[in-house]
């Protein structure tokens, strides 16, 4: 006996575009009070930050953004790893500073990105957070890109990322 059902897909009609907004917002684990669960797979309810914190945001180039969900694992041990690829723009000593706290907090990092669907997705948690790693590059020439190649990424999680319908906990 199966210990799931099967729910019904139906045709989704209308506009679909593809990407990410040109933003993502980013808060450390342990700045997080509670973020709260459903096993709809939507969160309803607003996440719950510590006192004075707020997720920040992380700005990338237009059409640049990607979010990718994939199941990895045998039959009996399967988890699904998620990834959000973006490029920031530039090289300053602020962005670079912001990149290495990041790199620096390791595999707690929470990020909530908002898709061109207008859906709002959270990734990582209290427990398991994203870890970010990038390549940056100067460019050799005129038109060549400058900046990071960033990509947050997740594994190991037992549902995709949820969705997200409650405020925003930004300062």
């Not at 990407?19 to 939507?42: F, M, N, R, W």
Request: aromatic share 8%.
């Amino acid at each position: 006996m199966s210990c799931t059902s099967l729910s019904q897909i139906a045709e989704q009609c209308g506009l679909n575009p593809a990407g990410l907004k040109g933003k993502l917002y980013v808060a450390l684990a342990e700045d997080i009070a509670a973020i709260p669960t459903d096993s709809s797979l939507v969160v309803t309810t607003d996440i719950t930050m510590q006192a004075a914190k707020y997720f920040v945001p992380w700005e990338f180039a237009t059409d640049t953004g990607e979010l990718k969900v994939y199941i990895a694992g045998t039959n009996s041990s399967k988890s699904y790893t998620a990834t959000v690829d973006f490029n920031v723009s530039r090289h300053t000593a602020a962005i670079d500073l912001a990149i290495h706290n990041a790199v620096a907090a390791g595999s707690k990092i929470v990020a909530i990105i908002l898709d061109n669907n207008g859906n709002m997705r959270i990734l990582g948690g209290l427990e398991k957070g994203c870890d970010l790693v990038y390549k940056g590059t100067s460019g050799k020439k005129s038109g060549d890109v400058s900046g990071k190649d960033c990509v947050l990424k997740i594994e190991g999680l037992l549902e995709p990322p949820y969705y997200y319908t409650g405020a925003l906990p930004i300062a």
